[in-house]
């Protein structure tokens, strides 16, 4: 099976590298855990509300400095791992990862004493809190979750393509390269903008249970590198030179275009947040409807459409099918086919939280002013 996949490579450890690679998640845990706590960070309120107190809750910041960091340890090999070494382990990574995840989840779930638990399979998928938090909000699960899983991103890629001109040196695709250095300029970029993190779904609306540890950590960290698992063992792809730059540049230009739109989206969103009258970039007027003491923002891009930060993760995806130059391969394909199915059932389910926040009779209004789901003029 895995030879029809193409995967055989990823299943060539020995006994002890598998073992070793299995309990490697926990390990990277243990060592960021380290490092966010000793690390210096900046203290910020978020928009979550702290039911205790009624204020905004308070995040320790330093996912850039950390980040910064593994990046060093990682590329000078401090740690006598070979750089390619988390791809070639990455799925006894996740095997193991899944595993640490289903035991955070049960803790995180079940760990405090709670009476009369009904539906527990439901609760240990969905979760129960909303937040967690520990040594006095110095650390914070879902964001250690994402600084993990985004750090693991940009270096499960790096690995591959570590891999990938080991195994082809001048002979090896341009586009792994390119596709590795997307994905770093993706998280880093995230880091930059670590606090915007705080005023997004995941960190407002997701629960603590098995489907966001597991989609924070694993998923975002280990699998969506999933193409690369197909594509870094095929080397470059010929393209005559008449069309290699337009391959190469095309593919960045997609990419920087889903990213401008993805960026300027959740940057205008959360300059709405914090200062409700200011204008974005100090151009668009903020316009919005009014839901008792809500606001629900309807002008610049959030006037386009109601998710069309969504229409930039599917450019960036769409530019990494397209990079690797092999456009007929399968797994060129599986980022981009994973994001749009994602995006659309949660637009679809945050269509329903938000009916329920701001009123059925309100998100009516905004859904008739701004028509559009994700893409303007399709859906």
């Not at 870094?232 to 889903?258: C, N």
């Not at 007027?285 to 003491?293: C, L, R, S, T």
């Not at 959030?302 to 450019?315: D, I, K, Q, S, T």
Request: hydrophobic share 50%; with cysteine; proline share 4%.
């Amino acid at each position: 099976m895995v030879e029809w996949l193409g995967t055989g490579h990823l299943f060539e450890l020995s006994r002890a590298e598998a073992i070793a690679g299995f309990l490697t998640p926990l390990a990277i845990c243990a060592a960021f855990f380290l490092a966010q706590l000793v690390l210096p960070a900046r203290r910020v309120p978020g928009y979550v509300v702290n039911p205790a107190t009624g204020e905004p809750r308070n995040y320790r910041l330093n996912g850039l400095l950390v980040f910064a960091l593994a990046q060093i340890v990682w590329a000078l090999e401090l740690t006598g791992m070979p750089r390619d070494w988390f791809y070639r382990s990455t799925t006894y990574q996740v095997a193991g990862g899944t595993v640490l995840c289903l035991i955070f989840a049960i803790l995180a779930v079940f760990g405090r004493s709670r009476s009369g638990t009904e539906r527990p399979l439901a609760a240990l998928w969905t979760g129960r809190a909303l937040e967690l938090s520990f040594f006095n909000e110095r650390f914070d699960v879902k964001m250690f979750l994402y600084v993990v899983g985004g750090t693991m991103l940009s270096l499960n890629a790096l690995s591959g393509a570590a891999y990938h001109h080991g195994l082809f040196g001048e002979a090896s695709n341009p586009g792994v390269f390119l596709y590795a250095g997307f994905l770093t300029f993706y998280v880093l970029d995230y880091f930059i903008f670590e606090r915007v993190q705080l005023y997004t779904y995941d960190v407002i609306h997701e629960r603590l249970g098995f489907k966001m540890i597991w989609g924070g950590l694993i998923v975002y960290g280990w699998l969506y590198i999933l193409p690369l698992w197909g594509m870094a063992v095929y080397p470059d792809p010929g393209i005559s030179s008449a069309w290699k730059d337009v391959w190469l540049v095309g593919s960045t230009a997609l990419f920087l275009a889903g990213w401008g739109i993805a960026r300027g989206a959740n940057m205008q969103k959360y300059t709405f947040k914090r200062w409700p009258d200011r204008r974005f970039l100090g151009l668009i007027e903020p316009e919005y409807i009014e839901a008792g003491d809500r606001k629900i923002l309807c002008s610049g891009l959030w006037g386009v459409a109601r998710h069309f930060n969504y229409l930039g993760e599917g450019f960036f995806s769409l530019a990494i099918a397209l990079v690797f130059g092999h456009f007929a391969n399968p797994w060129a394909w599986t980022y981009f086919v994973f994001i749009v199915g994602l995006f659309i059932c949660r637009q679809r389910q945050d269509d329903q939280l938000c009916a329920e926040k701001y009123g059925a009779e309100k998100w009516a209004e905004y859904r008739a002013r701004v028509k559009w789901r994700i893409i303007p003029g399709v859906y």
